[in-house]
Structures are given as C-alpha cells and as structure tokens.
C-alpha cells in the first residue's frame, strides 16, 4: 500500500518508513506540518500514519482537514500523549486507531494491516476478482486456484487495479503510488508500460482479459 509517514521525530520516521518499506509497502515521508500538507494535497495515499505533536502544527489539525476535504484516507495516529481528550477528539475526526508512544513496529504494521482490512478489502485478507484471488498476507495471486509467478510490481500493479476497479488510472497516478517520491525523478513513464505490458500478458494468458487501455486517459481493469 501507499502510506505517509508524518512524524517530526526524524529518526523514528526513518524507522517506521524502513520497517514498512520491507513488507512491501511503498512510503513517503513528512516531518513539518507545511510537507505533510502539501503531500497530502498533491498526492492520493491508502494510509496516514500521523503525529500529533508536531513542532510547528497539530497532526489533529491535519486530520480536520482531510475531512473537510472529504478526503477517506485511513488515518492511525501516533501520539507521545496519552491523553483520553487527545485520543477521542481523533477518533471523532476520523482516524481509525490510535497508539502510544513509545511502541513497537510490529504493533504498528500489524495495526496497518487490520485497518487496510476494515476497510480497502472488506475485513478479510482475500481479495477476489472472478477467477482471481489475491492473498494479501501472504502477497500470493492465483487464477482457478493455479499460483501466478508475479513481479513484486506486478503483484502490486495486480493489487491497485482491483481495488480500484472500473477507475481510469492515469499513468502518473498509477507511477506514483508504486514509487512514491521516487516517481519524480524519472523523465518519462516507459516502466509503467513494461509493468502493465508483462502484467497483462500473464492475465491474458490465463484468459483475464481485464486490464482496459483508455486511450489520452490511461488504463481501467474492468470485466466488460
């Protein structure tokens, strides 16, 4: 999944972004109240690991106007405050769970996952699509119960399109949930064709015919 990172304790946020990144998670990072803004206003994320505390903000501030923007981002926070006011006033803004500092790592991804569960994949950690199943625990794809030998981006490619299904995802969306900040820095978006070219010739081979080009607008996985 797509998640940021807000958190002005550096190396913490370097920690938690590490951590994360393993599990095969693509993660961005803010340590101000201004980046974690701009980001936010920029770019599309499943999840929102926020602080409160910030030095020059309040991570609650954040999450008021996600909100306001109707903007459905899943939201933990993470507060060295252990205030019964500051965990209420988050979860009637919205954020999903909420964890104390210090914690541990596991607790917090383990965390992720369930409300990624709640809500991206309806409770459970299998994902279906027809004849496709997808295990997110495991990060296993099979068409008529058969293994497909997926590409860690093409499993992740697999993943996006089905939880976004009949929406048109344009080249630049799709870059930058699969790389993140990293997606800037390249000149044109030939890998996102190598990606999607190798990903649907493995559907098309076991006859999903899913993955739809939507010619000046980008692709769309849709059963016609």
Not at 6 to 25: P, R, T
Not at 51 to 65: A, E, Q, R
Request: with cysteine; hydrophobic share 40%; glycine share 6%.
């Amino acid at each position: 999944m797509k998640i940021l990172i807000v958190e002005d304790e550096k190396a913490l946020l370097q920690s938690i972004a590490s951590y994360l990144e393993k599990d095969g998670n693509v993660c961005e990072t803010a340590s101000t109240y201004e980046d974690a803004l701009y980001k936010i206003d920029l770019y599309e994320y499943d999840l929102l690991v926020l602080d409160i505390n910030l030095i020059n903000g309040s991570g609650l501030d954040i999450l008021h106007l996600l909100r306001k923007n109707k903007k459905e981002t899943a939201t933990i926070i993470i507060s060295a405050n252990n205030s019964l006011d500051d965990k209420l006033k988050g979860l009637d803004l919205g954020a999903d769970d909420y964890l104390t500092k210090p914690f541990h790592l596991a607790e917090l991804n383990s965390r992720i996952k369930a409300v990624l569960r709640r809500g991206k994949f309806g409770g459970t950690e299998r994902l279906e699509f027809n004849e496709i199943l997808i295990d997110t625990r495991s990060r296993t794809s099979y068409i008529n119960d058969i293994a497909m030998s997926l590409t860690r981006k093409e499993y992740d490619l697999l993943l996006f399109f089905i939880t976004n299904k009949g929406r048109v995802l344009s080249k630049e969306i799709i870059a930058e949930h699969l790389w993140g900040d990293h997606s800037d820095m390249v000149d044109n978006y030939d890998f996102i064709y190598v990606h999607i070219n190798n990903l649907r010739k493995k559907l098309t081979e076991a006859g999903a015919k899913y993955i739809k080009t939507t010619y000046g607008s980008g692709y769309k996985f849709i059963d016609d």
